[in-house]
């Protein structure tokens, strides 16, 4: 089935450390797969995303990596800073056109 | 630049009764989505749309009705409010389909007594 997994649920990291937060999707004709960032009161907001046609996307703090043969797909943030501090969510687009969110995962940047 | 604005913020309905919550985009994006945010569920589709006077079922939609008369506007019903509705509700505009990037609004948390 259409599936996403987001792991962990919570992660708290010290201000300027790095976190990661890695997803894994059932499907593998998936082929595009976003990265929102929701703050506290706000809609859902894009911050990266990645085609199945290549295996890491930068872009200043944050990079996404896809590892297709393995079904997952990570979040990396550098040198974290408490701006932040959110909840992200991951996607996978499956083949009927159905984004498949991931349950979130917050992140806390402890200054 | 607006974006997308959703109306109303918040609401209080008693089960049973019904309701609309408008959202209007000004990108002059084709693609229109209703999502509802639960604890712990992450977002689910609930109906979308690829065009003015197109509509099509997501992921949940029972209980909810919706209509895209202009383009810049989709509306969601609910004709007869149940508790298992109370959640946050966004809508979010593409000009592509779904593997472009989609702009959200800022929800509408509803609950249902």
């Known amino acids: 089935g259409e599936n996403v997994e987001q792991h962990p649920s919570t992660l708290s990291v010290q201000e300027g450390d790095s976190a990661v937060i890695k997803c894994t999707y059932s499907?593998?004709?998936?082929?595009?797969f976003p990265w929102y960032k929701q703050e506290l009161g706000k809609g859902p907001q894009l911050i990266i995303d990645?085609?199945?046609?290549?295996g890491e996307k930068k872009d200043q703090r944050i990079a996404v990596t896809l590892n297709k043969t393995a079904k997952h797909f990570s979040l990396h943030i550098t040198e974290t800073q408490p701006e932040d501090s959110a909840v992200y969510f991951c996607?996978?687009?499956?083949?009927?056109?159905?984004?498949?969110f991931g349950k979130g995962n917050q992140v806390v940047v402890i200054p | 630049n607006a974006g997308v604005t959703q109306t109303p913020k918040f609401r209080v309905l008693k089960t049973g009764q019904s309701m609309t919550l408008l959202c209007a985009q000004d990108?002059?994006?084709?693609?229109m989505y209703w999502y509802r945010q639960d604890p712990g569920m992450g977002l689910r589709l609930i109906h979308y749309?690829?065009?003015?006077?197109?509509?099509a079922k997501g992921e949940v939609p029972d209980g909810y009705n919706v209509s895209r008369l202009k383009k810049q506007n989709f509306l969601l019903g609910l004709e007869s409010a149940a508790p298992s509705q109370t959640s946050v509700y966004f809508c979010?505009?593409?000009?592509?389909?779904?593997?472009?990037?989609?702009?959200f609004g800022q929800g509408t948390r509803l609950t249902v007594v």
């Open positions: 979010a505009s593409s000009y592509g389909p779904l593997n472009t990037e989609a702009f």
């Open positions: 499907d593998s004709a998936s082929n595009y």
């Open positions: 990645i085609r199945s046609n290549v």
């Open positions: 996607a996978a687009l499956y083949g009927n056109n159905r984004l498949a």
């Open positions: 990108m002059n994006h084709e693609y």
């Open positions: 749309s690829v065009g003015e006077g197109t509509t």
